[in-house]
């Protein structure tokens, strides 16, 4: 075990206490207990501040031959939301706005039966509130053959071939503010509930080119409370409310407490194939076009439980709207609700996969390498014939592909085949009757990242991926209380061909790769057209992220990683890092030049691990800025 603290002249503290532990053959893990206080300003001066903040870390794993069919681990990161703000230890932990933990339980056995039970934890630190799932269950089945025979002799029925798959879902999930925890407001907004859902499927070849499935899915949900709504007057008796004022009342909703039972089922079926289409070149960089075509067509039923004799939805009267208002007796419940209105839908679809092949004097075993020009095309609308009007969906069109292996490009749009009315709500009328145009466009979207990876070991064209990791091996093992490394501990160099070098052992610099820079870029578009005015809004998000490091000596070396947000106009998160060989000793600098971390860290220590404790730290501390 060991307890550090910290004590600051002008009142703030902190403490923690860390152990780990380990039981032979059984199970190994490590707890952190951190409590601070941070005071910023003078008492009885305007901006003064008192946080109290606390952080909980705790690691549990179980050795694997411990128990082969039962496994418990644990992994709990929860806290303040200032806590990482006043007290990080890394560049990450400051960067990041969320915790999140989850302690679990899971067992198997034979016959494809399997358990989990789960305690989740989930904290946004920006918002300031937490979503907590105390307990969460699950238990499936494996599929199965529920009417296969148990020795069948000769071919198979059809209707043995008929898979079944059982899955049940219990949770208890609470939502709320950090002040309002464990208090009565906190279990106010608690939600819970059990689903059981069996789905029945079967497929079988249709003229040997064409796959037809069928499915049958089966949910039914428990809820211990409904919701009954009625619409309250604030009039006296005899008070009158001319026409076109507003009523005065509000709307009442009361909570039930029992046992309610709200089923749903729903059956699909869909027939698909693949087209395939080569183009061959004798002559030319290029060798092959291949396209692919995946063409769906299917059809879904469900019927109306919005109906009456299911019991799920009711009315209350609005005065204001002067009409009856539907509503569910479970809306916003844990697993939701069964859809209101009939559907019947045909359901078509298409997706396209195009590549290319390309003679390439690196492949010497084929003399080629493959290109994706077209990840996934795909397009795809629906006719739900059971409307009674505006029968046709929406035409939506996605795709994805990546250029030159370092461009990942999605792209989403949705398109409307019916004309609006004055307030832009679509009527059942086809614009090409209206308009002589068979589409309008509703929203588009482009997302663009690139990554990009170059070292002195690398060639010009780099290595995809990887973003930000670091190959800052000589600072292996981190500087705790600063800012964080441009390259993290057990990152690897970039070799810009994919292939993973083993890790370095700790404390060994990897001087092979003299430098290295890091290079990302992420760019988002999305456009919102309003009918019947046409007018488009637009909104961008684009960032770009660098960081490298240079080998000055073999025992020099700086590192660096910074951004910059186009949106905001500003430069992000910088930081800059110095490492010094000193044989058996080593000197490490971190630096962070501005923003509210602006500090610096200087730490002299011995290398060996067993004697880490030995060193000497000088540094600043970005509160201290507050007092100037």
């Known amino acids: 075990m060991s307890i550090r603290g910290d004590i600051y002249s002008r009142g703030s503290w902190a403490t923690r206490v860390g152990s780990n532990y380990r039981k032979r053959y059984k199970y190994t893990g490590s707890l952190n207990l951190n409590y601070a206080i941070n005071i910023l300003g003078e008492r009885d001066l305007p901006g003064y501040e008192r946080n109290r903040d606390f952080r909980v870390q705790w690691n549990h794993s179980q050795d694997p031959k411990a128990r082969p069919n039962s496994v418990f681990r644990a992994n709990v990161n929860a806290g303040s939301s200032s806590y990482n703000r006043f007290n990080p230890t890394t560049g990450q932990d400051y960067l990041s706005n969320t915790f999140s933990s989850n302690i679990s339980y899971s067992a198997n056995w034979p016959g494809g039966y399997n358990l989990s039970v789960n305690a989740r934890h989930s904290q946004n630190t920006i918002t300031e509130t937490v979503d907590l799932s105390l307990p969460e269950v699950a238990f499936s089945v494996s599929r199965f053959y529920p009417f296969r025979r148990r020795n069948p002799q000769g071919s198979l029925r059809w209707y043995e071939e008929i898979t079944m798959n059982y899955n049940m879902n219990a949770s208890n999930q609470i939502t709320a503010a950090e002040e309002d925890m464990f208090t009565s407001e906190m279990f106010s907004n608690m939600k819970n509930g059990v689903q059981h859902a069996i789905p029945l499927s079967h497929s079988f070849r249709v003229l040997r080119h064409f796959n037809l499935s069928n499915s049958l899915n089966y949910n039914e949900r428990w809820y211990f409370q409904r919701y009954e709504r009625r619409f309250e007057s604030d009039l006296e008796p005899g008070e009158y409310v001319p026409p076109g004022e507003t009523h005065p009342g509000r709307l009442v909703t009361d909570t039930v407490g029992g046992f309610y039972s709200v089923r749903d089922f729903s059956y699909s079926t869909n027939l698909n194939t693949r087209i395939y289409g080569m183009m061959q070149f004798r002559r030319g960089p290029v060798s092959a076009l291949r396209h692919v075509i995946s063409p769906t067509m299917g059809f879904s039923l469900r019927p109306d439980f919005a109906d009456p004799f299911w019991g799920y939805y009711s009315h209350y009267y609005d005065p204001n709207r002067e009409q009856a ?304």
């Open 325 to 628: 208002v539907r509503y569910s007796h479970f809306e916003g419940s844990r697993y939701g609700v069964p859809a209101a209105g009939r559907s019947g839908a045909l359901n078509f679809s298409v997706s396209n996969n195009l590549e290319m092949k390309v003679r390439s004097r690196r492949d010497t075993v084929s003399g080629e390498r493959k290109i994706a020009l077209i990840d996934n095309l795909t397009i795809s609308t629906a006719y739900d014939l059971a409307r009674d009007s505006l029968n046709l969906n929406d035409l939506r069109i996605s795709g994805r592909t990546r250029l030159f292996g370092q461009f990942d490009i999605t792209y989403g749009s949705t398109w409307s085949p019916y004309a609006t009315n004055e307030q832009g709500q679509p009527i059942n009328v086809f614009l090409w009757d209206a308009e002589r145009k068979m589409l309008q466009l509703r929203n588009t979207t482009w997302n663009l990242n690139f990554n990009y990876n170059l070292s002195s070991k690398s060639s010009p064209s780099g290595g995809a991926g990887g973003g930000a990791g670091g190959s800052m091996q000589g600072m292996r093992g981190g500087m705790q209380g600063t800012g964080g490394m441009a390259g993290g501990p057990g990152d690897t160099p970039g070799n810009g061909n994919g292939d993973e070098p083993e890790p370095l052992p700790p404390g060994v610099i990897d001087y092979s790769v003299p430098w290295s820079l890091r290079f990302s870029y992420s760019f988002s578009y999305n456009s919102q057209v309003a009918r019947p005015t046409l007018e488009t809004t637009r909104t961008y998000m684009q960032n770009v992220n660098f960081s490298g490091d240079i080998n000055l000596t073999p025992n020099w070396r700086i590192g660096f990683s910074s951004g910059y947000n186009f949106q905001e106009k500003e430069i992000t998160y910088t930081s800059v890092d110095v490492y010094r060989d000193l044989h058996c000793w080593e000197l490490l600098i971190n630096w962070i030049p501005f923003g509210f971390r602006q500090s610096y860290n200087l730490t002299l220590r011995v290398k060996s691990s067993v004697l880490q404790d030995l060193k000497l730290t000088r540094r600043t501390h970005h509160l201290d800025r507050a007092f100037q």
